[in-house]
Each structure stands twice: as structure tokens, then as C-alpha cells.
């Protein structure tokens, strides 16, 4: 199985990546973008066969290593793989 685990901040925090990015695509003239928000992106390959214990564990160790549950919100989605 793989599970791909997204994190972002909260909407609450601020973003100064992003807001670095933003200022950077509008110094370049590129379109019109009005925000830009940066996060991780992560992928976790495992076996278990079980997906409702595949689903506890991901989420264990997104809270408990991947995030910070203070500042950071995260999502995920598993998929079997053959």
C-alpha cells in the first residue's frame, strides 16, 4: 500500500514562504495570483492488508512525527499498489 500525506499550516499561520513566492511571481508579471501557500508533500509505502488499520497507523504517525498539530493540518489518501 502507499499512502500520500499532504501537510499544510493552518490557515490561521502565516505563510512567509509563500507570501516570498507570491511577491516573486508578481514581480515577474505572471498572471494574477493573490496567494500562494507552501507545504509538505509526502509518500509512505507499507504492508498491511488491512485498510482500516493501514488508515490508523497514517494517521498516527501524522500526528505524532509528520505534523505539528499546533500550526499544521494534514490530509492523506492510501492506495493499494500491485
Known sequence: MKAKIKVMLKKSILDPQGKTVLHAIQDMNIGNFSDVRIGKYIEVSFNNSNL???????DDICKKLLSNPVMEDYDFEIEEIN
Do not use: F, N
Request: hydrophobic share 30%; charged share 45%; no cysteine.
Open 52 to 58: 482500516d488499520s493501514a488508515k490508523s497507523e497514517i
